[in-house]
């Protein structure tokens, strides 16, 4: 195809921009510009030199959404729902974020309480009609969005995922009273059971969908001033790709979606190198991101929580994120112990030693004190740091509290990061029955290869995998994705209560509305994969496990099949299952993904030829271990297939930087990865 195509995943700290052009790749790395995140995305494709009218398609990754949630900067939101309900988004699940601090309080819902409305209708499980919805009503609750001038309103009823029609009703009414105001219907957006989670995750599509609306707007208007009038997709949770049509409709479904970009691509480039097992290390400026794939197959969940008290029930790949990043801030705590994070100075100030305003000793700041990252290479040098103001935040900060120089003040933070990072991947492995002694660590953004060694040695994983281009492997997934459109609905029967018609009539249903959403952008038949799969749990339980159903005429065989899958898989998770004679298996909810199959980026094996002289790019004196130790540095942008190489070692690229600890190997395949053995002796 000619012409080119870019990836662009906004972080909160950085834009990160890949085009591929003839087989070739060109990286971008700029700084991220918030409040107005698009003018990051546009900074990045002026900067690739490239008529846009000559680009084929533009793949975005975007934390606006998320942003806007934990800022609370979306819009004036409205919730309609059944009389007596009025305080479900705020009751939630009865839990605490800090189970034993006793002055803890939540944080305000998305929702004020006079925004939150009540109609008078009911229906009961069964979908049976309890009580007719009050028309009156629900004008009177219109009058009062439209005095309140409210931007957004979210439907949801009690059992309005067996019978939407109340719910259809009332979408019919405010449509007709309240034009231009933006409604997100639970019946739509989320048909299952659980009664606050889809209240929230309702209430959040409503919350963001004005605000992702301006945003995709401004990013289409700019685009077509500059000449682009090519395809547009932006990347969901569940690691595919929409369009922005479908992105308008269900915002919620990008909420969390930049990291999903990245464990898919690591799924990818890992299936070429023969790796079946792996645990992605995304650590960006902000946060730390942590997935897992297992077999070759990416682990999904059916609900993410976007923070404390407001979860999103949408598919989504499996990602456990804390607040650890190149940007987390270092303090002391009330008791005098040292802290990292969860804070985080963000692309504006940023650490200190960007010279921005930033005051607070980061984790960026003590690595360059440390030696380990070089003040000439920062972003390839295309960006200017003060090693000084590095020196100088973190002496203040935290050595004049210990009586620390700046080295080793810079190492407890360092320390203390690994920590909670070791922690992070132990969430992610041993505590879901994994054993992370079986997987590689997959080191990805801009500070991933950073740590990823030292925290690959505290949680005993045997190697390190670091791509080619790790600061930007979570764009280049979005040009390695499909589009992909999920849907559900609710069951709720037993195993003996299955009715094999109704379970075949169910996923037809559900597949048919996920191949019209497919077409509807454009996406041949030919072209489009159905897959299945159901949440299963035990009679009583709250939470279920999701388990791939095969395709086709299901039939008794297949059933047992799929509940013996279930088993063993609650096995693994949690130690135990359930005899029969004490609780049933129960499918909750049939899930069908819609995927269309899209024209891909594919890695190639590498050509490039040279020594490990070749990519020798001097020495510097780096801490390791209590020491300064003279290190060698590689220019990765030399290195070749085939090149073995000893720690202590540091490898330099534009959007990363490598840190071989001593003691440790590496060398690099066939596809430009750098693999590092954390234990060589015991590898061989």
């Known amino acids: 195809?000619?012409?080119?195509?870019?990836?662009?995943?906004?972080?909160?700290?950085?834009?990160?921009?890949?085009?591929?052009?003839?087989?070739?790749?060109?990286?971008?790395?700029?700084?991220?510009?918030?409040?107005?995140?698009?003018?990051?995305?546009?900074?990045?494709l002026d900067r690739l030199e490239q008529p846009l009218s000559e680009m084929n398609l533009l793949a975005h990754g975007t934390t606006v959404g998320t942003n806007a949630i934990v800022a609370r900067h979306g819009a004036r939101t409205g919730l309609v729902t059944t009389k007596g309900f009025r305080d479900v988004l705020v009751l939630r699940r009865g839990d605490r974020a800090d189970q034993f601090n006793l002055w803890w309080q939540p944080q305000a819902g998305l929702v004020p309480r006079?925004?939150?409305?009540?109609?008078?209708?009911?229906?009961?499980?069964?979908?049976?009609?309890?009580?007719?919805?009050?028309?009156?009503?629900?004008?009177?609750?219109?009058?009062?969005?439209?005095?309140?001038g409210l931007e957004a309103v979210a439907v949801t009823l009690i059992n309005s995922f067996v019978n939407p029609d109340h719910e259809?009703?009332?979408?019919?009414?405010?449509?007709?009273?309240?034009?231009?105001?933006?409604?997100?219907?639970?019946?739509e957006i989320l048909p299952e059971i659980l009664e606050y989670e889809r209240t929230a995750t309702t209430t959040v599509n409503a919350y963001i969908g004005p605000v992702m609306d301006r945003y995709v707007a401004a990013l289409e208007h700019e685009l077509r001033d500059k000449g682009y009038g090519g395809d547009v997709v932006i990347s969901t949770s569940a690691g595919g790709v929409a369009t922005p049509d479908i992105v308008r409709q269900v915002p919620a479904r990008t909420v969390e979606s930049g990291p999903a970009a990245g464990v898919m691509a690591a799924a990818q480039i890992c299936k070429l190198a023969g790796i079946d097992h792996v645990v992605t290390f995304d650590m960006g400026g902000t946060s730390l991101d942590v997935g897992l794939i297992h077999d070759g197959e990416v682990l999904r969940t059916n609900q993410y929580m976007v923070e404390w008290g407001t979860p999103v029930r949408f598919p989504c790949v499996d990602v456990k994120s804390i607040g650890a990043g190149g940007g987390s801030i270092a303090w002391i705590d009330k008791g005098g112990s040292l802290r990292v994070g969860p804070h985080s100075a963000g692309a504006s100030p940023g650490p200190a030693c960007y010279g921005q305003g930033g005051t607070d000793a980061t984790v960026t700041d003590a690595e360059l004190v440390l030696g380990r990252l070089e003040a000439s290479a920062f972003l390839g040098g295309e960006m200017t740091v003060d090693p000084a103001l590095a020196e100088g935040?973190?002496?203040?900060?935290?050595?004049?509290?210990?009586?620390?120089?700046?080295?080793?003040?810079?190492?407890?933070?360092?320390?203390?990061?690994?920590?909670?990072?070791?922690?992070?991947?132990?969430?992610?492995?041993?505590?879901?029955?994994?054993?992370?002694?079986?997987?590689?660590?997959?080191?990805?953004?801009?500070?991933?290869?950073?740590?990823?060694?030292?925290?690959?040695?505290?949680?005993?994983?045997?190697?390190?995998?670091?791509?080619?281009?790790?600061?930007?492997?979570?764009?280049?997934?979005?040009?390695m994705v499909d589009i992909r459109h999920d849907v559900s609905k609710s069951l709720m029967r037993t195993e003996s209560q299955l009715d094999l018609a109704q379970l075949n009539a169910e996923y037809g249903a559900l597949e048919r509305k996920a191949a019209d959403t497919l077409a509807g952008e454009g996406v041949a038949p030919g072209d489009m994969l159905i897959e299945r799969t159901a949440d299963v749990r035990y009679y009583g339980q709250a939470d279920s496990i999701n388990i791939p159903v095969p395709s086709g005429e299901l039939d008794a065989e297949t059933l047992r099949t799929v509940i013996a899958s279930f088993h063993a898989r609650h096995g693994q998770e949690y130690g135990y299952t359930m005899p029969a004679d004490a609780a049933e298996p129960e499918i909750a909810t049939l899930r069908v993904s819609g995927i269309g199959k899209a024209d891909t980026f594919k890695l190639s094996p590498s050509e490039r030829t040279g020594s490990l002289e070749d990519a020798r790019a001097g020495t510097r004196s780096i801490y390791f271990d209590g020491a300064f130790h003279d290190t060698p540095i590689y220019d990765r942008d030399r290195l070749a297939p085939g090149v073995t190489f000893d720690g202590p070692a540091i490898v330099e690229q534009l959007d990363s930087t490598i840190v071989v600890l001593p003691g440790m190997a590496a060398r690099v395949d066939d596809y430009e990865n750098v693999l590092i053995a954390i234990d060589p002796e015991a590898a061989s």
């Open 393 to 479: 935040a973190v002496r203040k900060d935290i050595g004049e509290h210990f009586g620390w120089d700046a080295v080793e003040a810079a190492s407890g933070i360092v320390r203390i990061a690994v920590n909670n990072m070791t922690e992070s991947l132990r969430l992610a492995t041993v505590d879901r029955g994994y054993d992370p002694r079986e997987f590689s660590l997959f080191a990805l953004g801009g500070a991933g290869p950073l740590f990823a060694a030292e925290v690959a040695k505290e949680a005993n994983v045997p190697q390190v995998v670091v791509p080619r281009h790790p600061g930007l492997t979570s764009a280049l997934g979005l040009l």
């Open 1 to 44: 195809m000619a012409g080119f195509r870019v990836g662009v995943d906004i972080g909160g700290t950085f834009t990160d921009t890949v085009m591929i052009r003839d087989g070739e790749i060109t990286r971008v790395k700029v700084p991220s510009t918030p409040p107005a995140f698009h003018k990051g995305l546009l900074n990045g």
């Open 168 to 187: 259809q009703r009332i979408k019919a009414i405010l449509s007709e009273e309240l034009p231009g105001v933006y409604l997100s219907i639970s019946s």
């Open 114 to 148: 006079p925004s939150r409305f009540e109609v008078d209708e009911r229906v009961d499980y069964a979908g049976d009609v309890v009580k007719p919805l009050d028309e009156q009503d629900v004008r009177r609750v219109a009058a009062e969005i439209r005095e309140q």
